[in-house]
């Protein structure tokens, strides 16, 4: 695991004040199937420039909260504040130009498209541009395309490291790449508006990283690892991320959340979390105790 590495001069400085305030604060979210409570009163904040990771033995919840918070299920109670308002009601796509904006566990690209033109889809949430405008392509829809071009190569391509295959097609890809083009979709999503001065006071921006390095090996994870370090570092960005590499979770995170039967069972910082007997019993209970115990020990040595 890589170690966490001095922040750059030029870092954006986090106020203390925002530092401690939740920007997103769920609160006794309830989501049933049926006769299924997927989330039963969860709660839990997460605090403007950490890294918050919600963890769970399997069927503990996870998905269906990061689908509820991200507006893709409607809760059957509670809420999700973000940055201070109630947008338990708001639809996804706007939650986006909010400011909270997801990756998904199943890679969710276009795979018959080029990396750029998918992550250009990101930024759409942002667009101001009409329909006719954007038939017609001219006036404002043509300028708008081409400093969202610049601004999308300049920043998220050079920062990920993907320029080499900017023009690729997605399905032509190695899985690690295609994850990597998946959270820079997201991260497009957070971008301030190209060509525009950064607003005096920027409002706060999440990252919701659904299993960010499923499925990768080792060196694609350790990548994928300094990149989320890195948008928090870089630009500020709050990440909250599903994860089960435990490794990852307890070498990065700030707070963690464990769920188990759609309820919280525990949360706190890494150590509080690996010492809590009610996680243990968990992972237990779904078989996974031995895989846990071999991942905490991973995270322990590269600490
Ligand atoms: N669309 C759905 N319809 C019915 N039940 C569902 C649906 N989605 C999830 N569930 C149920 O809700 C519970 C929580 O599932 P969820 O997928 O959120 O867990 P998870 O922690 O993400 O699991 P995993 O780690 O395996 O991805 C499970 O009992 C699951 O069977």
């Given at each position: 695991m890589p170690t966490r590495p001095e922040p750059r001069p030029h870092a954006p400085a986090l106020a203390p004040a925002a530092a401690h305030a939740p920007v997103l604060s769920v609160q006794g979210l309830t989501l049933a199937f049926g006769g299924v409570k997927a989330l039963n009163g969860v709660s839990f904040d997460v605090h403007a420039g950490s890294i918050t990771a919600v963890i769970g033995p399997n069927g503990a919840g996870k998905t269906s909260l990061f689908n509820t918070i991200s507006g893709f299920y409607r809760p059957t109670a509670g809420s999700v504040h973000f940055d201070g308002a109630?947008?338990?009601?708001?639809?996804a796509p706007r939650r986006a130009a909010l400011g909270l904006a997801r990756s998904f566990q199943n890679i969710a690209l276009?795979?018959?498209?080029t990396v750029l033109d998918n992550i250009k889809l990101g930024r759409h949430a942002h667009l101001k541009t009409n329909v006719f405008e954007a038939l017609l392509y001219v006036g404002r829809a043509r300028r708008e395309e081409a400093r969202l071009r610049r601004a999308v190569e300049e920043r998220i391509i050079d920062f990920l490291e993907i320029d080499h295959i900017r023009h690729a097609s997605v399905a032509a890809l190695p899985y690690g790449l295609q994850k990597r083009v998946e959270m820079a979709r997201a991260l497009a999503m957070l971008l301030d508006e190209p060509g525009e001065a950064a607003p005096a006071t920027p409002g706060p921006r999440v990252l919701m990283l659904d299993e960010?390095?499923?499925?990768?090996n080792r060196e694609e994870t350790e990548d994928m690892a300094r990149f989320i370090l890195d948008v928090r570092r870089e630009w500020g960005i709050t990440v909250l991320m599903v994860e089960h590499d435990m490794a990852m979770v307890m070498d990065l995170s700030d707070h963690v959340v464990v769920l188990n039967f759609g309820q919280v069972i525990a949360q706190g910082t890494p150590q509080q979390v690996q010492a809590d007997p009610e996680v243990v019993r968990a992972y237990l209970g779904a078989g996974d105790v031995g895989e846990l115990r071999k991942r905490l020990r991973g995270a322990a040595l590269a600490a």
């Open positions: 109630d947008i338990t009601r708001v639809p276009f795979r018959g498209m960010p390095v499923a499925g990768m």
